[in-house]
């Protein structure tokens, strides 16, 4: 551009990059602000997740106020749009459990929440499926259907479900439009298999021992850890109420809450 | 009461009607009014119908603004909760047709709507599911269940499904509470068989033919026709705009939407 400037018959207008001084009130070049004078910026990235996802109002030095109110309007707060918390974890690792003492929890958040797990699903949306892989693979589809339908209506969905493989869980974040916690629930295998409440490891193990392998997560089937959750917890270590703490300050870190005493506007 | 009064010791204090005299800003024994002077009043249903569910103030001369309020707020305007709209009717009824025509109108209204019929429901929900009439109950119930699951999160689901008997309708019109909406697609049989889209009336006469009845609704199982539905539309009469027409002035009056320019308090 600069070498066949006069050729075009155009010229750069070299634009610098210009940040804001607080203390004068004005925008300067950044490479003509003096050391040690205040400045101040907000990045792409810092307006996407510290201001429109938290609603918190963007400086007027910033952006101006009928810009700004357009922004919060296409990019509504995170604690208003739906979102889905997904539990997954061996069989016995208390994904059910933790997500019922999160119900109450969330509600005190303002934050009504259905939650589908193991009993529900069998009830409401199963019926028909078996223990194939590909039917177990249609039966998380459905679910992350089912609570990626609630999100775009901005309802929360507490999902339950072992849900071993990867690629099924990163299709129900997708229907869920990205507003998807996953939560793993890492309690070793030993852990989950002592408890065995419904004795569904005992029965596993004998299918095997019998030669008649079931295919159960963790006995004779794989489970594919998560590869980056948003929260990891391990009930044979944290007690329920440390682990629904964990999974709040999460929300509230990402902002599908707000702090106790903060109204959203 | 009276009768034993002196026994008991306890006498009875005769209440009467009160009724509110607009003119005079108080209330009177309604048998101490005199011919001619204006009276008001608002009885439990027009408190429920016409007031709390448009989310219409009640007037101060008939409740203090503080319980108003508390009614207000235990029992939000319709406009402000979940709806499922429930079309049901023959093959050819024209029920996705106007379902789809009402989307859009519906989102003027400030209502987003999800759409399930026969393409989302095969793709999403019915796998494993067969045609014995178990399994088509099972079918029903489930859209049902999920449209229930969207309207307590405050969503709106048109479902557009033959759903032939009236008991699953009657279950779905349970499990969204009550915010449902039943629009019976009555048109002819012989006119949506001589549309016959998808060659499906064909087959089933054909199978009827060949000794093997395949339980097609309208010619080898039967209809339910609705008993009350709030909606019902004839598209062998009517085009699909005047379908839409007769739906959103339903949901106007029930006050599922309102009327454009009234923006919600």
Redesign the interface.
């Known amino acids: 551009m600069v070498k066949h400037g006069d050729e075009i018959g155009m010229k750069m207008v070299d634009f610098k990059q210009m940040v804001y001084l607080p203390d004068d009130d004005r925008y300067a070049p950044v490479d003509e602000v003096k050391p040690g004078v205040r400045t101040a910026d907000i990045s792409g990235t810092q307006v996407r997740d510290d201001y429109l996802a938290k609603g918190k109002a963007l400086p007027e030095w910033f952006s101006r106020p009928a810009v700004a109110a357009i922004l919060n309007a296409t990019s509504p707060p995170k604690f208003r749009q739906?979102l889905t918390i997904w539990f997954t974890g061996l069989s016995g690792s208390g994904k059910s459990t933790v997500a019922h003492a999160l119900v109450e929890r969330l509600a005190e958040y303002g934050r009504?929440v259905?939650l589908l797990d193991g009993d529900e699903i069998r009830t409401?949306?199963s019926?028909?499926?078996?223990f194939s892989k590909e039917?177990r693979d249609?039966n998380i589809?459905?679910v992350g259907?089912?609570a990626g339908?609630?999100a775009?209506?901005?309802?929360?969905?507490l999902c339950a479900v072992i849900s071993p493989y990867r690629a099924p869980r990163d299709h129900a974040r997708k229907l869920s439009k990205g507003n998807f916690v996953e939560v793993f629930c890492d309690t070793p295998l030993d852990v989950c298999e002592s408890r065995d409440v419904k004795g569904l490891y005992a029965k596993a193990r004998n299918a095997v021992a019998d030669g008649k392998p079931m295919g159960f997560t963790g006995v004779d089937d794989p489970y594919e850890a998560p590869l980056s959750p948003e929260v990891t917890i391990d009930t044979s270590k944290l007690s329920v109420g440390d682990c629904v703490h964990a999974i709040i300050a999460k929300l509230l870190e990402i902002g599908y809450i707000l702090p106790h005493g903060h109204q959203p506007a």
Not at 152 to 157: D, I, L, V, W
């Open positions: 739906g009504n259905s409401h949306l019926k028909g499926l078996g039917d249609t589809h459905r259907y089912v339908l609630v775009q209506h901005g309802g929360t969905t």
